[in-house]
């Protein structure tokens, strides 16, 4: 598979995606391979959607594939320029790049580029957005091409840690086993319809709760 | 060369989604033909599936931003950005593609809130000039022919209804096993959430498969209610409904007269067809309706089409969804059901004096978000980091949201305009938002969001947030009001039957007409007035007025 970024920059984006999800007594990004999920989005477009039954990838063609271009090229120049900021700003501080300093020189410098009021944007966004897809106002179309290096990364690292195996991160499922979410074994199981969750429904009925309330009324 | 002329129909209906499939139903069903016109594509349930990633983070159903901008500016006197406002995917289905569809009917005072509140300074608030019992019946045919599950009389709240549902409810998620317990102590009426999906096989279709993958995907089963899985099927049944897909159209054209003539559109390849009927009806979604009506200018409507009382636009309304989150010792799985097969309370919906703000809202419990692996989110989860990890494993399957929407009050000043510098990938100007909300919008998500904590706590949640909403965003891809209705042609743009004052043969059938927002979830109330305007069409045959 052809990818975008050099081995110095892989290697950076790996580094910096083991502090996002760090390995701890669970697996963390590293394990779960997110890089491979950025790898092969920003590679082009043609990973961009998963057919629906897991058999391949859709061709984009058109208008949609000009706007994935597009959106590419925007989120690799993101990354391009965040590198040579990390390695900049790790070289100021320790006279390495980042990828030889230790986790909490590491950690440090990723802190130093954080922007407190647009994590606090995507949060609350995040929090609330049941209906439309996630886009605070951050003075931009969309949140992913306006977004920071760094929310921009720990965003992919997110995907790659919990997005359907299917995009190359998520390995082995382990991101899923982690926080105890039972998604399907394929794609395919979702499309004939086999994959259901109703087990972790509640025992009983909407009809007997509200019996248990008009009896508590009436007593 | 002149574009191509595909034959005269008797009704042209812009937009296949919730109202203009609704309204295509009824009219073929009474015998007319129809030609529908919809700039999306026309998808199968085969093109759906169960990937969180490319639903609900990369605009697979979604319209793309980059493709379909909007800008959004608070007052006329500051600077348009672009962003993506109040978002609705467009394809045949519309926004009922990819929704979990609460139904809530309106309550009797909705229709009435000018006369129940009196005039709240600031706003444009009216009646409407249709009443609940108007609209019953075809309530009652939206809810039986869609296939909605849910319990008559069970809101407390809910108006007189002529029969009821045709589904028991859904099975009870663990998040509303806690609405239940939360609203029980307290003593609130609280009722299972009339959903669109099917708790019995009916109509030919068998029961929705209950999966995590609902809400924000598209139903790869078919065994959801949505105008893509019945609507659009009924009416092609009739054989008198010719359903083009990727039909994008861009203007209005009106004769001497001063009535439409033709839709013209533009196909995928960029090719320009002219389409004439004798009635068109608008049901691009209250926002599209409007930039169309924009769009369409001539001699006879310099200001866009049957804005001569510059009402066009004004007046739109998104409601603002927002919550408190809870988090419990035992476990919510709160993706079950894609974290939308909820339980409901009217209790704050309807107006009360004495809390200090104008009417309310409807509350009812959900995931957090989208409550998916890559999307669930908690307030004070850092972006990055052990901490952020370890959040992720101790409340992802702990937390679930009370929710509400807000009632957000009608001003003049907030409107849909043409954007002056951006257009879209088809060079149109877009959609221009200009918005504020009313002090009482704010007040009342507030309070709403308080009763939502109050729900979580009386249920036993170990640490609750609230969410208070502090302006209005569009996130909950309901819209409203830009073409009111209403009996006086200089404050509305359309008549009782929705039909244009200033404009014989054109209909608007979507939630633009709407008056006021209300404190509800909008669709089940759009398809009725669209059942109910269609059946008004078919009665007069469009006939010219007087
Ligand atoms: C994720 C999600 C969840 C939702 N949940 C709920 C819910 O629980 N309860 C509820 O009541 N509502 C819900 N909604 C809102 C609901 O989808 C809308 O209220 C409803 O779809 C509006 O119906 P409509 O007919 O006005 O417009 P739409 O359904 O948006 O249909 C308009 C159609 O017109 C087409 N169109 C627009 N402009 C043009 C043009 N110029 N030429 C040709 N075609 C055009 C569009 O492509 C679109 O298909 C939800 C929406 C979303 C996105």
């Not at chain 2, 309901?478 to 039909?499: E, K, Y």
């Amino acid at each position: 598979m052809s990818t975008f970024f050099d081995p110095h920059q892989h290697d950076t984006l790996a580094a910096a995606m083991a502090r996002i999800i760090p390995t701890t007594d669970t697996p963390g990004a590293t394990e779960a391979g997110a890089i491979d999920f950025l790898e092969s989005y920003l590679a082009g477009i043609d990973r961009i959607y998963a057919k629906p039954d897991g058999s391949g990838f859709e061709a984009l063609t058109g208008r949609r594939a000009d706007a994935w271009r597009r959106r590419v090229e925007i989120l690799r120049s993101t990354y391009v320029e965040g590198i040579v900021d990390l390695d900049r700003r790790s070289a100021d501080a320790y006279g390495a790049a980042f990828v030889d300093l230790d986790a909490k020189q590491q950690d440090r410098v990723l802190t130093a580029i954080e922007r407190p009021g647009e994590s606090t944007a995507l949060n609350t966004a995040q929090s609330v957005s049941g209906y439309a897809p996630v886009e605070p106002a951050l003075q931009q179309a969309s949140v992913e091409i306006s977004l920071s290096f760094l929310a921009l990364l720990a965003l992919h690292t997110r995907q790659g840690f919990y997005a359907d195996p299917i995009y190359g991160g998520n390995r082995d499922r382990m991101g899923w086993k982690a926080i105890g979410f039972p998604g399907p074994s394929s794609l395919a199981e979702v499309h004939t319809g086999r994959y259901t969750v109703i087990e972790y429904f509640a025992d009983g009925s909407h009809e007997q709760e509200m019996e248990v309330t008009r009896e508590r009324a009436k007593a | 060369m002149s574009a191509p002329k595909p034959d005269r129909t008797d009704v042209c209906i812009i937009g296949a989604g919730a109202s203009g499939a609704a309204a295509a139903k009824v009219l073929t069903e009474r015998g007319f033909s129809v030609v529908a016109l919809e700039r999306g594509p026309w998808r199968t349930k085969e093109t759906f599936g169960g990937d969180e990633l490319a639903n609900v983070n990369r605009y697979n159903l979604w319209p793309d931003p980059l493709l379909n901008p909007r800008t959004y500016r608070e007052g006329a006197d500051q600077e348009p950005v672009v962003q993506m406002f109040c978002p609705v995917p467009q394809m045949v289905g519309g926004g009922t593609v990819h929704w979990q569809g609460w139904l809530p009917r309106f309550t009797p005072e909705d229709f009435r809130l000018h006369s129940v509140v009196g005039d709240l300074e600031g706003t444009s608030l009216v009646d409407w000039p249709i009443t609940y019992d108007e609209l019953e019946p075809y309530y009652t045919k939206v809810e039986w022919a869609f296939g909605v599950s849910g319990l008559a009389g069970a809101n407390a709240y809910e108006g007189p209804r002529s029969k009821g549902y045709p589904c028991p409810p859904l099975p009870l998620s663990r998040y509303a096993q806690k609405f239940h317990q939360g609203t029980r102590a307290l003593g609130w009426n609280a009722f299972p959430t009339p959903q669109a999906a099917l708790s019995r096989p009916y109509n030919g279709r068998p029961a929705t498969v209950i999966s995590a993958f609902a809400q924000q995907h598209g139903d790869p089963t078919g065994t959801r209610s949505s105008a893509l899985n019945v609507f659009v099927p009924d009416a092609l049944a009739t054989g008198r409904y010719d359903l083009r897909p990727e039909s994008y159209v861009r203007e209005l054209t009106v004769d001497a007269s001063g009535r439409i003539s033709a839709a013209v559109y533009q196909n995928e390849a960029g090719e320009t067809f002219v389409q004439e009927a004798d009635v068109f009806v608008l049901a691009c979604g209250a926002v599209e309706t409007a930039r169309l009506m924009l769009l369409s200018t001539s001699a006879r409507f310099p200001h866009g089409l049957a804005n001569g009382s510059d009402m066009l636009g004004r007046n739109v309304t998104f409601h603002e969804y927002s919550s408190a989150i809870g988090l419990f010792d035992d476990p919510i799985y709160a993706w079950a059901g894609g974290g939308y097969v909820s339980a409901s309370s009217m209790q704050f919906y309807n107006h009360d004096e004495s809390r200090g703000f104008a009417s309310g809202g409807h509350i009812a419990c959900a995931g957090v978000g989208i409550p998916l692996p890559i999307n669930w989110g908690l307030p004070d989860r850092p972006l990055w980091g052990p901490e952020a990890k370890s959040m992720d494993e101790q409340f992802f399957n702990h937390s679930m949201a009370v929710s509400m929407v807000v009632h957000d009050m009608p001003q003049l000043s907030n409107r849909v305009e043409l954007d002056q510098d951006v257009v879209d990938a088809w060079e149109l100007p877009v959609a221009r938002i200009t918005l504020k909300p009313h002090q009482n919008d704010l007040a009342m998500g507030r309070f709403l969001v308080d009763r939502d904590a109050d729900i979580l706590q009386a249920a036993g949640a170990q640490k609750i947030y609230k969410v208070y909403p502090d302006k209005v965003t569009g996130n909950c891809s309901h819209q409203h009001g830009t073409a009111r209705m209403g009996d006086d042609p200089g404050t509305s743009v359309l008549d009782r039957n929705c039909r244009a004052h200033e404009v014989d043969n054109l209909f608007i059938v979507d939630g633009a007409p709407f008056p006021t927002a209300t404190g509800a979830n909008p669709t089940l109330t759009i398809m009725a007035n669209a059942w109910r305007v269609a059946e008004h069409i078919a009665d007069t045959r469009g006939q010219k007025r007087g």
